[in-house]
């Protein structure tokens, strides 16, 4: 019996995992009727679960459902202390508390997105869930834990989905991660993405020194000062008898 009712849970958790992305550590979100059955049955919750399930839980509560044990007195009391090891998540009703069945039923919204498990002795509670898509049921009979098939609102949003009628909540993060990428909006309007400017290093031609501009020279032959001129001499040569050329001295020109 313990190894048939092991291999229908592996079954579920398979269905669950594939088709609605649940992941390790399970997130089993538990009441205080599931405690007490507990406490009556001689179950120890932290050790016998997460054999059951074959992976890693955490075990969680709301606020919600600790304030209606204390409301209910002392006999309710070793429930009570169960319930206080497990971690307390946050709900919508934290400065005005409801019942435990409905503030479990608003955590898990319309689809389940944060992937819980639902550990419950209401009937309340499961007739709820079984409307929903995608939530694992887990209570307590004969001593044991029993974790349920899945329902019949997670077998036709499977075959919606296989039909394509219908996206799987991974998908429809996906979708909505490439859309915030791309900048396109919730409305479909595509908004633009401020760009960071990059700090780049400054441009090295820039950082040369100037050069100082040289003035322009005049040329040699140019240069003279007011009244000041070069005089021009000539040199006579006169032929002598044998036809050779004399130097004369230097006449300067009037």
């Known amino acids: 019996m313990k190894i048939k009712r092991q291999k229908q849970a592996k079954k579920t958790i398979s269905f669950h995992k594939f088709n609605f992305s649940f992941r390790e550590p399970f997130q089993i979100l538990i009441d205080g009727t599931f405690c007490q059955a507990a406490l009556r049955n001689k179950i120890q919750i932290k050790e ?21 044990l204390e409301s209910l007195g002392k006999e309710l009391y070793g429930a009570k202390l169960i319930l206080q090891r497990f971690q307390v998540r946050n709900c919508k009703h934290f400065k005005n508390p409801v019942l ?53 609102a997670s077998l036709n949003h499977v075959q919606a989905v296989q039909l394509g009628e219908l996206v799987t909540p991974a998908q429809q993060q996906s979708i909505r991660s490439l859309k915030e990428e791309v900048g396109i909006g919730q409305d479909g309007e595509r908004r633009g993405k401020k760009r960071k400017r990059k700090i780049s290093n400054p441009n090295p031609l820039s950082c040369l020194k100037k050069k100082k501009k040289k003035l322009p020279t005049q040329p040699l032959n140019m240069r003279k000062t007011d009244g000041e001129e070069k005089k021009r001499t000539r040199n006579r040569r006169r032929k002598s008898a044998g036809g050779e050329g004399l130097s004369v001295n230097p006449v300067p020109n009037p």
Do not use: W
Not at 50 to 66: D, F, H, I, S, W
Not at 122 to 131: P, W
């Open 48 to 68: 016998q679960m997460p054999k059951y399930l074959m992976g890693e839980v955490q075990l969680c509560t709301t606020n919600c459902a600790m304030k209606e």
């Open 100 to 152: 435990a069945s409905e503030c479990l039923l608003s955590m898990l919204e319309e689809a389940n997105p944060h992937h819980y498990f639902v550990a419950t002795q209401d009937r309340a509670v499961t007739e709820g869930l079984k409307k929903i898509p995608g939530v694992p049921l887990l209570y307590i009979i004969l001593n044991t834990i029993v974790l349920d098939k899945p329902s019949q």
